[in-house]
């Protein structure tokens, strides 16, 4: 296998990793653990908010202390199999609460140390959009494998211990085998392109990080609490599990087509458009909450879900060409704040209104915020070209 794809596949996998099980696992076990475990959903907000607070944590770190990065990457990965399995052999909140915790400290760092990782190789000696579309599939691709094993175990009566366990030692057989190529292979410089190429960032660096701080915000909301959604409305829990690998499955479609549009349009367009596309969604759950409805929601959400980091690490690398990191994890710290307001709110209000209603209307608040932000330009920004977009 050529180096630019193995990398490339190493990267994707540590972010389904550290993103798609450390931080979006609980999503379709929460409706089991509040079946087997008695779990409450104010309980799975404080579960997911930690998470998220580990999450901040991690970014803050990587933003100041210059981690080792083949060192945190690989204890990262170990640190999600702990995490992930302790969660099945821990009993009540306190240890649930501690693990969820260091889940989320992991997946910050594999997300800002696995995107530079990447990155670095991805792009070298010249740039690869596909490839770096591969790696932003990563954390959609772990939702879509961790969705369809939690869906197609349910009818085999497999609990959400079981399940925790179960998904610990896969990452942990994962993390086996990329151990070595995470240690061993060379380190390679940023692609010359990043400074040589006409495309230019068309927006300040504040504007990008407080809108992506609101897209934080915005997004956790149905991420976190789509199969309960689906669930109270649809009755049909064989069929809810399913709205889960639908949602991951449409963030991998449209982060591999991402490459084709940013051709022809900029980066915060595209950013200002996926915004809109998340609106649209969570607007459909609040007047359309039927199976096709819900399902339609679930693509326009779901597959917003990378293209927009993509879009924006992208832009990151464009405001800091020669090294992006701290800026990268600057942005995860807002995004992380945001995450960390979200599920805690949004499980507060349903609970108190016994409706999705308020949460949503929130969310997509915070959405449209963050699309007016995405369209504040740097005086003298000037359109790139069809030709200059992307690369």
């Known amino acids: 296998m050529n180096t630019p794809l193995r990398n490339a596949l190493t990267g994707m996998t540590v972010l389904a990793i550290g993103i798609g099980i450390g931080r979006f696992l609980l999503t ?6 509040q ?3 008695g779990l409450s959903l104010v309980g799975g907000g404080w579960l997911a908010s930690v998470n998220n607070i580990g999450y ?30 302790g969660m ?6 306190v240890p649930w609460l501690a693990w969820r915790l260091l889940a989320g400290v992991a997946a910050a760092v594999l997300m800002v140390h696995g995107i530079a990782w990447s990155m670095r190789r991805v792009s070298a000696p010249v740039a690869h959009p596909l490839l770096e579309a591969l790696v932003f599939t990563g954390p959609g691709v772990g939702i879509v494998a961790s969705g369809v094993v939690v869906a197609g175990l349910q009818p085999l009566g497999v609990g959400s211990a079981a399940s925790w366990i179960g998904f610990g030692l896969a990452c942990a057989g994962v993390m086996a085998l990329l151990w070595r ?24 660096a504040w504007a990008l990080i407080a809108a992506y701080g609101l897209f934080g915000f915005g997004y956790v909301i149905p991420a976190t609490f789509l199969p309960v959604i689906a669930g109270e409305h649809l009755h049909l829990p064989a069929l809810r599990e399913w709205f889960w690998p639908l949602y991951g499955a449409a963030t991998v479609i449209l982060t591999l087509l991402l490459p084709r549009i940013l051709r022809h349009v900029d980066h915060r367009s595209v950013l200002a458009g996926a915004f809109m596309a998340m609106i649209a969604g969570t607007a459909l759950i609040l007047v359309w909450p039927s199976i096709l409805g819900l399902a339609l929601a679930t693509v326009l959400t779901g597959s917003m879900l990378m293209p927009i980091p993509m879009v924006v690490m992208r832009e990151a690398r464009l405001l800091m060409p ?70």
């Open 322 to 391: 020669h090294d992006h990191t701290r800026l990268i994890a600057a942005l995860t710290a807002a995004f992380g704040v945001g995450q960390i307001v979200g599920p805690l709110t949004a499980a507060w209000l349903a609970a108190r209104q016994h409706s999705f209603d308020a949460p949503l209307l929130l969310a997509a608040l915070a959405l449209l915020v963050a699309a007016t932000l995405a369209l504040v330009r740097t005086r003298g920004a000037r359109i790139p070209t069809a030709r200059s977009v992307g690369e």
């Open 181 to 204: 190529t995470l240690g061993h292979a060379p380190e390679a410089t940023p692609a010359r392109a990043d400074a040589a190429s006409p495309a230019q960032p068309m927006g300040p």
């Open 88 to 93: 099945g052999l821990a009993h009540g909140m």
């Open 35 to 37: 079946a087997d475990a």
């Open 28 to 33: 379709p076990l929460l409706p089991i653990m």
């Open 56 to 85: 901040l944590a991690g970014a803050l770190l990587c933003t100041v202390v210059a981690l080792p990065q083949r060192q945190v990457l690989r204890w990262g990965l170990v640190a999600i199999a702990l995490s992930t399995a």
